[in-house]
């Protein structure tokens, strides 16, 4: 079903409002800001403390994990998560999505690059939905692993963001309940569209494709919806998803192609 994009504007000015931090001050000029093309390509406003919220938002990320102990990592405080793929309270990042993901949001900082977090003062709760056995054999937690950490990060971790970058193609009755329960309990929930529309131009990912989701695509710098991306109904917007900086396993600020 095609979304509003009406609701899809009013949707993003309600995540600038309970996202976005306090004052931003001019880095020395020795320090290069690597990401500045992502935060012109979404119109991000040049005074943040406009949008700044009184209290502190908790951001579940359903992801990876994150790197324990990143130092790099500004802003956002990191608030001790779950393992829903192995069942584990190690949330350690394997795969490096998570940690760049959290970057993204909260900004790092490594050597003589800076990257600016729109979110570097909120919480954020890694939930671990895809893993690595130690073999490096890759393991995600299916679908009750994401149901799971959707509802936890409501009740439990009392996140009023949930990220998923992830998604499954099949509409499960359990995921779509989960989703509804978010919207019931006036959560947002935004979710990557995919990244197989030169393989699988037909799939649809959810839980993206549902109405009260934001779906995300991804643009390149021109803003061109690049060949990776899905078409279809599940987009409510598209962002940044190639060139996009933010940290790299050895913890320097690289740019990574990072597919929604």
């Not at 990776?228 to 396993?249: D, K, W």
């Amino acid at each position: 079903m095609a979304r509003s994009l009406g609701r899809a504007v009013a949707i993003f000015l309600i995540i600038w409002t309970c996202l976005l931090p306090g004052p931003v001050y001019a880095h020395p000029p020795a320090v290069e800001v690597v990401n500045q093309w992502c935060l012109d390509a979404i119109n991000a406003p040049t005074d943040l403390s406009t949008y700044a919220c009184e209290n502190e938002v908790r951001v579940a990320v359903v992801d990876s994990g994150i790197w324990a102990g990143n130092p790099y990592i500004d802003g956002g405080s990191l608030v001790d998560g779950y393992n829903y793929a192995l069942e584990s309270s190690v949330t350690h990042d394997l795969i490096g999505h998570g940690s760049q993901v959290t970057a993204i949001i909260a900004g790092a900082r490594a050597r003589d690059r800076q990257l600016t977090g729109l979110g570097s003062s909120a919480e954020i709760v890694p939930l671990v939905w895809i893993t690595r056995y130690p073999s490096g054999v890759t393991l995600n937690g299916g679908v009750p692993a994401l149901v799971r950490a959707i509802r936890d990060a409501i009740d439990v971790y009392n996140c009023r963001i949930i990220n998923v970058s992830s998604g499954v193609t099949l509409d499960e009755a359990e995921l779509r309940e989960a989703v509804a329960y978010a919207e019931e309990k006036g959560v947002i929930v935004i979710s990557a569209v995919g990244n197989r529309n030169q393989s699988e131009p037909e799939a649809v990912y959810y839980p993206a494709a549902y109405e009260t989701v934001i779906g995300v695509g991804s643009v390149n710098r021109d803003l061109s919806i690049l060949d990776f991306s899905q078409r279809n109904a599940g987009v409510t917007v598209t962002a940044p998803g190639e060139g996009v900086a933010s940290l790299s396993p050895d913890t320097s600020v690289r740019t990574p192609s990072l597919r929604t």
